[in-house]
T-cell receptor
Framework: KAGVTQTPRYLIKTRGQQVTLSCSPI?????VSWYQQTPGQGLQFLFE???????NKGNFPGRFSGRQFSNSRSEMNVSTLELGDSALYLC??????????????FGPGTRLTVL | AQSVSQHNHHVILSEAASLELGCNYS??????LFWYVQYPGQHLQLLLK??????LVKGIKGFEAEFIKSKFSFNLRKPSVQWSDTAEYFC?????????FGKGTRLSVIA
């Protein structure tokens, strides 16, 4: 079974630009979560989708948005990029929403650098 | 809101030394607990998980963790570390909301 895939793997943008990151979950997984990983803050939760509906949202500004498609693939968008948005963005997928189905499988991440 | 605290930012051990990494969480209800590991240049991988039952959980590569409900803790242990255990370790907790991670502990194992 293929793992979680994320594209692109590396991205360089300048301040003020916008960016879209993509995540394809493991086949059969209906839930996708996004995290921002930085050296000082560890992994911070961005949002979680299940069956195209946002189930939870972290404490990030409205510049960060996401969506999930009917095939469970997900995208996240960051508008008006700031230097502080430089981070590794991780996507994780899992089968369900509760109990023992809560084991998440992580992708390799997209390394975003904002200049 | 739930939070996770990992006590050590960076731990340096010699090979064959014993390891214990601390993890405490703040949430009064039922929790699911996880330890993930991130080896240099690799994906986050699940080391072990606790959902219910025996509070002593065994994971991959000889790791284990003990859930102590009264202390809100889920410490990770390994009796004898190897150089290949050099990695960053993350504790994560799920209560009512999404999975919340600690800031991680970097483990360096020296020969």
């Amino acid at each position: 079974k293929a793992g979680v895939t994320q594209t692109p793997r590396y991205l360089i943008k300048t301040r003020g630009q916008q960016v879209t990151l993509s995540c394809s979950p493991i086949s059969g997984h209906r839930s996708v979560s996004w995290y921002q990983q930085t050296p000082g803050q560890g992994l911070q939760f961005l949002f979680e989708y299940f069956s195209e509906t946002q189930r939870n949202k972290g404490n990030f500004p409205g510049r960060f948005s996401g969506r999930q498609f009917s095939n469970s693939r997900s995208e996240m968008n960051v508008s008006t990029l700031e230097l502080g948005d430089s981070a590794l963005y991780l996507c994780a997928s899992r089968t369900g929403t509760s109990g023992s189905f809560y084991e998440q499988f992580f992708g390799p991440g997209t390394r975003l650098t904002v200049l | 809101a739930q939070s996770v605290s990992q006590h050590n930012h960076h731990v340096i051990l010699s090979e064959a030394a014993s390891l214990e990494l601390g993890c405490n969480y703040s949430y009064g209800g039922t929790v699911n607990l996880f330890w993930y590991v991130q080896y240099p240049g690799q994906h986050l991988q699940l080391l072990l998980k606790y959902f219910s039952g025996d509070p002593l959980v065994k994971g991959i590569k000889g790791f284990e963790a003990e859930f102590i409900k009264s202390k809100f803790s889920f410490n990770l242990r390994k009796p004898s570390v190897q150089w290949s255990d050099t990695a960053e370790y993350f504790c994560a907790v799920r209560g009512k909301g999404p999975l919340v991670f600690g800031k991680g502990t970097r483990l360096s194992v020296i020969a």
